[in-house]
């Protein structure tokens, strides 16, 4: 079986491979969870590439719903049409415009969709898609036509746990949490995306990476996407390793941190330890 | 033929289901995990976890389901690379412990010696692949291969054994009765969230305009209706000093949460136990006194009341009058409880304490009756009870 594996962009943990090559095998959809920043919607591109199919992204917004992943029949067009005396408006058809789905499921060969933090849409939203995503097909209503999915494709889904998902919908999928990765694995992610960069940099970078996430108190802990945008500002500004280097108790604030703290209370909270520490010694 | 790892799980909490079991038996077959019990473990988690709080829960029961089911994985010492033994003994040992080694046979009869006690140890403990430095009468101790050097059999990435995986209970902090942050707050007060079309009319009302012009014999008639917009409100009664000052960081993380997620939000402060005046900045406590009765004008019925304490002080401070420990007030705190609860219907009490813990504190459980048990433990898991109770 032509699985999915790590990448050399993309390092998938061994449980990752298996959730994945589950919902590839047995056609459900996967459901994805984690910190955010740790490659959740990255995943969905790598698996499109590792299994050659074209990759259908639907990202979800507090104010999607989940007709308008099927269809949408757009009213206010045929009123216009209608009023100006179009002949299109005899149609009805005409006014059907397919949604990320619809065009999944007529696709020619099995794509990939990812459909994009699920949990920022309306709580009914899942269970509205449950039937949809089980069966793979649909109605549409105005033209009494039954869209079915040529193959099924390959559904991943990620959330952000904003909202608490439906048991029904929970039970069709398979699901992987995605922990945010130990110093190795790190190490390793670091590697695939910059393969050039200096051994003492990325070691002192991740060093002070793991120390701020171990601030307590922090509002944002830093994710796997912060720390390699902000590796690629420390290369990009050719900074050398000793700049980051702290002294055995004394905290520094990293140089470029925008990039690693989002939040100005924890650059606050930053300083202020910074300047204990000063005073303490 | 795992059925009872599905029924262990349900028994342990976890909802799991027969479409799911239905689903991993489906999996098994499709030979997605093939015949490695680690990819077995992550299959049956995918299928069979949905949700990451339950994940502990879950390592713990396949551990207990599946104990005495590990791999035999013993390592023939002939699998070790042989050289990276000498290379490490090389770098740590002195050359006089080189020579003691060559009087002990060499290399070859150590390896012997090794393989013995790998056997030994194999039938003694199960999997056999511990540390094998620790045994103290192995002679790689009187050596000094370094005490936390040779790990045999477990090269990381390689070996690791599938028990290993579930044992190290990765997941304990996800599981949602000990796990407290701002976001399992927010996540959990989400819920109180009220929905309501207030306020200026911007939106486009496509069903009604539909209607309206169809009604209108096809001219177009715009209907427009309000924005929708959170409209819960929220008052907080925060206790503070004395016995909570060990439980501020945990009020200051609902305080966070809260903060953020309702716009109509009021709090105030009390002391142990809410009479007849609060205050809103600690420092000035004694300066800037609030009456009760005015917070009780000012913020109606509508208004939903957290009281946030731990609910440990004398009795008489909840029940007689002069009980309190700061100041002489008129009425007892008793009654003060019943005029807030009277005028709030939706009312609840959050308690930092575990609630095991509370049958053994006379104030909490008067307390607790006051409120009519709508008493909750400040967990992701009491403020989800709580929310359950205020929106109902």
Known sequence: MAGFKSTERYIASRDLEVAVNAAVTLQRPLL????PGTGKTVLAHEVAEALGMPLIEWHIKSTTKAQQGLYEYDAVSRLRDGQLGDERVRDIGNYIVRGKLWDAFAADRQVVVLIDEIDKADIEFPNDLLLELDRMRFFVYETRENVVAKTRPVVIITSNNEKELPDAFLRRCFFHYIRFPDRETMEKIVQ????????DLAREALNVFFQIREVPGLKKKPATSELLDWLKLLMVEDLPPDALRSNEKQVVIPPLHGALLKNEQDVHLFERLAFLARRGT | MFSHLVLGLRSAGLPASITEYLTLMGAMRAGVAEYSVED???????????????????????GACFKGLELPEGVKVQDLPEEWLRKLAEKMLTPEEMAKIQALGGFEALMKRLQELLDEQKSRHQGGSKWIGTAGTSPFGAYGANP???????????????VKVWDKREYRDLDDTVELGTRGMKLALRRLRRFARQGAATELDLPDTILATAKNAGSLDLKMVPERHNTVKVLMLFDIGGSMDDHVKLTEELFSAVRSEFKHLEYYYFHNCPYERVWKNNRRRHEEVIPTWQVLRTYGPDY????????????YEITMAGGSVEH??????????????????????????????????????????????RMFPLTVNGIDEMTRELSR
């Open chain 2, 304 to 315: 939903k009341l957290i009281i946030v304490g731990d609910g440990a002080m004398s009795p």
């Open chain 1, 192 to 199: 695939s995306h910059y393969p050039d960069i200096r051994k």
């Open chain 2, 328 to 373: 002489w007030n008129e009425e007892a705190g008793s009654l003060w409880i019943e005029r807030l609860k009277g005028h709030y219907r939706r009312a609840a009490w959050l308690n930092p304490t575990p609630k095991q813990s509370w049958g053994h504190v006379r104030s909490i459980t008067m307390l607790n009756d006051l409120m009519e048990g």
């Open chain 2, 148 to 162: 936390e050097g040779v790990r045999i059999g477990q090269d990381k990435s390689r070996n690791r054994t599938a």
């Open chain 1, 32 to 35: 994805v969870k984690g910190e």
């Open chain 2, 40 to 62: 077995f473990y992550y299959l049956a988690r995918a299928t069979l976890v949905k949700d990451e709080r339950h994940l502990d829960k879950f390592d713990r029961v396949f």
